[in-house]
């Protein structure tokens, strides 16, 4: 037996490798996730809709959701923007801030959440004008937004800067021997060679807002019906030792995470036919 | 017999890569495995290195089953299509892997080293990495450290593809010196025939996982004994329906045979005929210069036939009628092919007379 | 994100471009990476040093905060090394063979980059914790994994578990397996067929991937703070002291320690854009 397995896999070491990956994925990642599913199992399904239908559950998803989508389309602006800067200009500071887009993933989210409430009190360095004329930012969904924004910007422009990198400019010259003007280009061109890697920056934020908790609580002030996320939802509940509640809000939201994963997949999948090679 | 294959079979999925493949090969040989892509030619060579498995049949090396055999225990030099040269590693350092895996004590390995470095007559560039190095230098390498062990047989897989054409025909003459000097048993896969031709003791031909024939390359040539190495090795022509040409009426209705330009002459106007009765009428549709000769393509009865035509003989033009005269053909008959002569020449047609 | 390996000379001086086009994308480019990115981190420096020298210093030594900043410490190195280890053996499980359930295992090994921390943390907690099915093994064993270090741990390494791994799988993808099987051939064992043939071409992407693991597990917070019980001096990490001083309205004290994880991660960007040039330079002259 092993004598055909060995022949079959040339190269040496799958079955060290392959023994210690299965059991790292198992212990770390399977049984835990097995052990929710099965503490899920236990609730019936009437208490299941209950926790997840709850009057402020379901307004912390629509606070989580809404803030999340508002973020990633507010990064699908202005990080395509960046990337397209970063990667088409050369100016003073470009290498600045092509290092500072990944501060988001290296700084710790605590820390960007109290950095930014600081900044955006009425007594901060930008609330307090903004508070002048009637705007506040700090403790209410602007501040959510603020902060989501701020977490999923990378994703944005790590999405698409690799895609212009690629984009050979005989494309665009092509266009232009045409006789199509810069805006034309940019629309015909240079936009449906984005979309796949938008779509998936997209996503990616989306998904990654929705589970945001450490930069958003410090911002978000956490009123029940009005800046309760989604993850503190299951917070609270756990805090109350109520972890069939916290459970069942916690499927809801790994649902929602899975689903926009698949489409994230289906997403690179579909860019990856237009790929030649 | 040095290597010896028996009847194996390997599919991937529901490809069939092999069917009962079975070769076998003495010492010394050099041979080519010769095929289209696809025709499991380099599955063939991978399974006797080890690096894939056979799903039935066995492989004999010197005597010994080696099919369970480890890789590295085979005793196999391997020259990978891309080299594989180890990127991070010098030249030495790529020769002598092998060596040190092999526990070699280092002055050997320094002696066995320089040695080979002075048969490929890279002395000077030990201490240069693949990527500095160019498409022949690397493939030279990649053969001395294949050698370095001191493998009992030499693989190569497609050993000249990724070289420039012009490359190409010095180092295959350069590896047929160097093979026939160390006289270590070897098998290289290609799909180009003048390759195989040129370079081999004897040819592999295969196709869709078949051995089609196995022969010296003249062998093949003068005798192939199905349609596709008639058709695969040398230029022909494959014509249906051939009873209608001079000299052939007795072939089956709807069978078909390959035609090689040296099995027809042309005449041309006022040129003189020795048999009349065994030429038809024939138009030059093509005519192209060669060097040599000219390649010339005949319309005869509706077939299209290519042969060529010495310059040294009264001028063609496009569109003239000439006289055509078929000596033989290779008759396809149930899978097999074989030569069939012109029944009204007096040797039959079938005088293929040369020798090597 | 693993270095391009394009290089496109002259590219941009090919194309014409609306100067005024050009220089409003430059300014909104900059205003909002001044609003976004370094506003932040002015706000926590000045904030750390605004009261002096002296209360940085005596916030930064304080005995709960060098408690943190051990915990910190280790349960970095631990998941670090752990996620290292993992992510080679299962770069190498995956792209040097096939078999069903490949994609299967890959998605496993992404799963935690789909889960939000704090599903991260409650998971373990309902394997381990007071109504896990582990809970009565553990209390006969007296062993406390939640609400101890050795939950922020296992919490942290499950946030970071792809980080290596996803890097790496890429990069060996695209070499394919040709070298290795050249060394087999010549009878090489795994450890030098890793260490000789593999190594020295995930080397970078091995670098870059660790940096990056390292700034996500010491910065990490919603797992980290579902499993710690928030107990001071014992299961508090870095981010989480920062919690409880800003809520305990201990301002200067949280950006002060803050002040420290803005420090590392400037050096982690610095570490990562340094690792990067030199992965491109080394890919370029190799292409050569």
């Not at chain 1, 998904?207 to 989604?230: C, D, H, M, W």
């Not at chain 3, 290089?7 to 100067?19: C, D, L």
Request: hydrophobic share 50%; proline share 4%.
């Amino acid at each position: 037996m092993s004598q055909t397995r060995q022949s079959k896999k040339v190269i040496p070491g799958f079955g060290l490798t392959m023994g210690i990956t299965m059991s790292y994925v198992g212990f770390f990642v399977l049984i835990p996730m097995i052990s929710m599913a099965l503490q899920a199992a236990q609730l019936s399904f009437k208490e299941i809709v209950q926790v997840a239908t709850d009057a402020r559950v379901l307004s912390s998803y629509k606070v989580s959701f809404g803030c999340s989508f508002l973020a990633a389309a507010i990064n699908v602006v202005f990080g395509t923007i960046l990337a397209w800067v970063l990667v088409r200009y050369r100016f003073p500071g470009r290498r600045l801030i092509d290092g500072l887009i990944e501060l988001p993933f290296a700084l710790p989210t605590a820390v960007a959440g109290i950095a930014l409430t600081s900044l955006t009190t009425d007594k901060g360095w930008i609330g307090q004008p903004l508070s002048h004329l009637g705007i506040s930012v700090a403790y209410t969904k602007v501040g959510i937004v603020t902060a989501l924004t701020f977490i999923t910007l990378p994703f944005m422009v790590r999405s698409v800067q690799p895609v212009l990198e690629q984009l050979s400019p005989d494309y665009e010259e092509a266009g232009r021997t045409l006789g199509a003007g810069s805006f034309t280009i940019f629309r015909k061109i240079v936009l449906p060679e984005l979309k796949p890697a938008v779509m998936t920056g997209f996503s990616l934020a989306l998904a990654r807002g929705l589970g945001e908790y450490g930069s958003v609580i410090f911002i978000a002030g956490n009123k029940p019906f009005q800046t309760e996320i989604a993850p503190l939802m299951i917070v609270t509940r756990l805090e109350e030792f109520l972890y069939g509640q916290a459970t069942a809000v916690a499927m809801f939201m790994l649902f929602a995470s899975f689903m926009i994963m698949f489409m994230v997949n289906r997403l690179q999948i579909r860019a990856a036919r237009f790929v030649e090679n | 017999m040095f290597v010896e294959l028996k009847e194996i079979s390997k599919r991937f999925g529901n490809f069939e890569a092999t069917k009962k493949v079975s070769f076998s090969l003495e010492k010394g040989t050099l041979a080519a495995l010769l095929g289209p892509s696809g025709s499991g030619k380099t599955t063939i060579l991978r399974m006797i290195a080890g690096l894939e498995t056979p799903d039935s049949g066995d492989i004999f090396l010197d005597g010994q089953s080696i099919t369970r055999l480890e890789p590295s225990r085979r005793g196999i030099g391997f020259v990978f299509q891309n080299y594989a040269l180890f990127r991070y590693m010098t030249v030495f350092e790529n020769i002598a892997f092998g060596l040190k895996t092999q526990k070699t004590p280092r002055a050997k390995i320094k002696e066995k080293i320089n040695e080979l470095l002075s048969l490929i007559g890279l002395e000077d560039l030990a201490g240069r990495y693949p990527a500095q190095l160019s498409g022949g230098q690397k493939q030279r390498v990649a053969f001395a450290r294949a050698l370095a062990p001191n493998p009992r047989i030499l693989l190569l897989d497609e050993p000249f593809a990724a070289i420039d054409a012009k490359v190409r025909r010095e180092l295959r003459t350069w590896l047929r010196r160097m093979i026939s000097l160390l006289k270590i048993t070897s098998i290289f896969v290609t799909h180009d025939q003048s390759e195989a031709i040129e370079v081999a003791d004897r040819i592999i031909v295969t196709n869709s996982g078949r051995v089609e024939q196995t022969g010296a390359p003249v062998e093949l040539y003068r005798t192939p004994a199905t349609p596709f190495v008639a058709q695969f090795i040398g230029e022909s022509t494959v014509i249906r329906d051939y009873g209608r040409l001079v000299g052939f009426e007795n072939a089956p209705r709807e069978s078909e045979c390959a035609v090689r330009p040296e099995f027809i002459r042309l005449y041309a106007q006022g040129e003189p005929i020795q048999l009349e009765n065994t030429v038809q009428d024939g138009q030059i549709e093509s005519l192209a210069f060669r060097g040599d000769v000219l390649q010339v393509t005949v319309s005869v009865r509706g077939f299209s036939l290519a042969t060529g035509y010495s310059l040294e003989r009264p001028p063609l033009a496009v569109g003239q009628t000439v006289k055509v005269m078929i000596y033989r053909v290779y008759a396809f008959k149930e899978g097999k092919a074989e030569l069939v002569g012109n029944r009204l020449l007096a040797n039959g047609g079938g005088g293929y007379n040369f020798q090597i | 994100m693993p270095p391009s390996q394009t290089v496109k000379i002259g590219a941009e001086s090919r194309r014409q471009e609306n100067p005024f086009i050009k220089n409003a994308l430059i300014v909104i480019s900059l205003l909002f990476t001044l609003l976004m990115l370094v506003m932040p981190l002015l706000v926590v420096v000045t904030q750390a040093f605004g009261a002096g020298w002296a209360n940085f210093a005596r916030a930064v030594t304080d005995t709960f905060t060098v408690k943190a900043l051990q915990l910190t410490l280790l349960t970095t190195v631990i998941a670090v090394a752990a996620n290292t280890l993992f992510g080679l053996t299962a770069a190498w499980c995956l792209t040097r063979y096939r078999y069903r359930g490949q994609s299967l295992l890959i998605t496993m090994i992404d799963l935690p980059f789909a889960v939000s921390p704090i599903i991260a943390g409650l998971i373990f907690i309902l394997t381990y914790g007071r109504l896990g099915w582990t809970h009565s093994f553990l209390e006969a064993h007296n062993l406390k994994i939640v609400f101890a270090a050795p939950g922020i741990v296992m919490a942290t390494i499950f946030v970071t578990i792809p980080f290596v791994a996803r890097e790496i799988i890429p990069v060996l993808t695209a070499r394919g397996t040709d070298e290795e099987q050249a060394a087999v051939l010549m009878g090489a064992g795994f450890f030098r067929t890793f260490f000789y043939v593999t190594l020295p071409h995930i080397r970078w992407a091995l670098v870059y991937s660790v940096i990056l693991c390292t700034a996500r597990a010491m910065g990490e917070f919603g797992a980290v703070s579902v499993v710690s019980g928030h107990l001071r001096g014992k299961t508090n990490t870095l981010p989480l002291h920062i919690e409880i001083l800003y809520n305990e309205h201990h301002y200067r004290e949280a950006f002060a320690v803050s002040a420290i994880l803005v420090i590392t991660s400037i050096v982690i960007l610095t570490a990562r854009s340094v690792v990067e040039r030199i992965a491109k330079k080394e890919v370029n002259q190799s292409v050569r």
